[in-house]
């Protein structure tokens, strides 16, 4: 049995490995389009404490967009706030800088 119709000489090589970089980098490039959602949930609980589910985010994009994320997001920020009621924030208020203290 012979392999004769397998050419495998210098350019056939460099052609093969060049498609397979180019098709690993377009997967991934899939793959972080399509987990965007779930990281900005991710990112979004790490740094509020506010947890909304990656499918909430998706609707939210396809109805408004980047602006309808973001006036989502500023919404919840805002009720988050309003709901500690120990809390006052006012245009005078200092910031609140107690979640940076380092616990000992």
Do not use: W
């Amino acid at each position: 049995m012979s392999l004769d119709f397998l050419d495998l000489a210098p350019v056939t090589l460099y052609r093969l490995g060049a498609v397979l970089v180019v098709t690993v980098l377009l997967f991934l490039l899939l793959a972080s389009f399509l987990s965007r959602a779930r990281v900005f949930c991710q990112y979004l609980n790490t740094m509020t404490g506010i947890k909304l589910k990656p499918t909430a985010v998706q609707r939210i994009y396809k109805k408004g967009g980047r602006g309808g994320v973001r006036d989502h997001l500023i919404e919840l920020l805002i009720r988050e706030d309003l709901a500690d009621p120990k809390r006052r924030v006012t245009p005078d208020s200092k910031p609140d800088t107690s979640v940076f203290e380092v616990q000992k």
